[in-house]
């Protein structure tokens, strides 16, 4: 823009200097003023993009960012914290040292995604420094150097998943820890103060520690060609074929199922070129693709988007095969009384039972009581995690309630609860419990 009003100021000076016609100098003039104002109004594309992130100090952190091609510039900063000032002073006294609500010591990286992909900067990352310490990366120990990405969009956490648990991969396979790094999405970002900018520029003798595992992607990784696919060759897997380039089906796939989905059996994204180690009879050409394996081998699968309820459908006989819990789940089918199911979950410590096929929570142990009716009872289910349906079965009047998450039936609640509250009557053999 600079550039241009230059021009036109010394397009001026020439017109005025030698004098041309009146009519020809308010033609040029008009000429440039109409090019100023056409770039002015042309749609401007930005590549440009940033992420947020904690690995230890942050002095030799933002030099290796800084050194990576594409990374337009790093900067050093505090994040991720509440009640405490962002400053160097404060997230380093020794009563915030352990502090949870503490500022973490970040990066800032802006990058130009047309010359490096936010993978690479995140392989990069990973690789940088000990993922699996928490709260400390060697020496430097305290909340402040805890391992963490800070994300600006659902996009990005689900790529910073993807290659977290790609390199969790690598490093079990080289007997190495649980990775503790955590994932947020929109944490405020507060520079750090001048001295610590560009710090070991300034100072090239100056603290750079390595605390990196030494366990690192392999080529074919980072250039995005083929990927290790030997975790998902054991056990059920779930595979989602998706698009290098904007696919909307993938997209809504995503936001009306697998985001919201926290079942136990894993979602692996791929693209059709990387499916190496694993026998696949469904065409992969159209994307989203939902392959459901076993030990390496499809066992259903599904070109085009997939409703919640089918994916669910479908994912019952994955998991639950022809079982009572499939009766139960799909055909409104009811536990044996005191069943085995039932005696492992009446006497769970504080915690939650959640949907044994999306993996979200339905109801509380905070909530339960003892009917003695030989089913599992709660006076209420998590809000919002169930709705009702009129169930005139049988030659009765009861009230259904199902899953609001995978559509599955769940029991019937009854109005004789105690304390005249609800009592939902509940199967067991379709629910899971996690501990609070």
């Known amino acids: 823009m600079k550039t241009l009003r230059l021009t036109h100021f010394l397009l001026l000076i020439f017109i005025s200097i030698f004098t041309c016609q009146s009519a020809v100098a308010d033609k040029m003039i008009n000429s440039a003023s109409q090019e100023t104002n056409d770039i002015k109004k042309m749609p401007a594309t930005t590549h440009l993009d940033s992420?947020?992130?904690g690995a230890g100090c942050f002095w030799g952190a933002e030099k290796r960012y800084a050194a990576i091609p594409g990374v337009i510039d790093a900067i050093s900063g505090y994040a991720d914290g509440k009640g405490v000032s962002p400053t160097y002073r404060e997230i380093t006294r020794s009563s915030n040292q352990f502090n949870p609500?503490?500022?973490?010591?970040?990066?800032k990286v802006i990058f130009n995604r047309s010359v490096v992909s936010l993978e690479v900067l995140l392989q990069s990352y990973f690789e940088s420094h000990d993922p699996t310490q928490i709260n400390r990366?060697?020496?430097?120990?305290?909340?402040?150097?805890?391992?963490?990405?800070?994300?600006?969009?659902?996009?990005?956490t689900i790529i910073a998943q993807r290659v977290l648990n790609q390199y969790q991969v690598l490093l079990t396979q080289a007997n190495h820890g649980k990775i503790a790094t955590r994932i947020k999405m929109n944490a405020e970002f507060y520079p750090a103060e001048g001295y610590h900018q560009d710090y070991l520029v300034k100072n090239p003798k100056g603290y750079c520690p390595d605390h990196a595992t030494g366990i690192k992607f392999s080529a074919n990784q980072k250039a995005n060609k083929t990927i290790n696919n030997s975790a998902i060759t054991r056990g059920k897997q779930i595979v989602i074929i998706e698009s290098e380039n904007y696919c909307p089906y993938c997209e809504k796939?995503?936001?009306?199922?697998?985001?919201?989905?926290?079942g136990t059996i894993p979602i692996n994204y791929r693209l059709a070129s990387q499916l190496e180690g694993l026998t696949i009879k469904t065409e992969t050409w159209a994307t989203p693709t939902i392959l459901f394996i076993e030990n390496g081998r499809e066992v259903f699968g599904q070109q085009g988007y997939m409703s919640a309820k089918d994916f669910y459908k479908v994912l019952g006989l994955f998991k639950l095969g022809k079982s009572e819990a499939y009766n139960v789940a799909f055909n409104?089918?009811?536990?044996?009384?005191?069943?085995?199911?039932?005696?492992?979950?009446?006497?769970?410590p504080d915690g939650l039972f959640v949907d044994k096929l999306s993996g979200e929570a339905l109801f509380d142990t905070r909530d339960r009581f003892n009917s003695r009716s030989g089913w599992l009872s709660f006076t209420k289910p998590v809000a919002g995690s169930t709705y009702q349906l009129a169930d005139n079965s049988y030659g009765m009047r009861r009230i259904e309630i199902r899953s609001k998450s995978s559509g599955i039936h769940l029991g019937h609640v009854f109005p004789d609860g105690p304390d005249g509250k609800n009592r939902y009557c509940i199967n067991a053999t379709v629910l899971e419990f996690k501990a609070r």
């Open 101 to 107: 609500d503490n500022h973490a010591e970040v990066v």
């Open 253 to 262: 796939f995503k936001s009306d199922v697998s985001n919201p989905y926290k």
């Open 137 to 156: 990366q060697g020496n430097d120990i305290g909340t402040q150097y805890r391992s963490t990405i800070l994300t600006n969009s659902n996009a990005q």
């Open 51 to 53: 992420i947020i992130l």
């Open 332 to 348: 409104q089918g009811t536990d044996s009384k005191y069943c085995k199911q039932y005696e492992i979950l009446k006497n769970t």
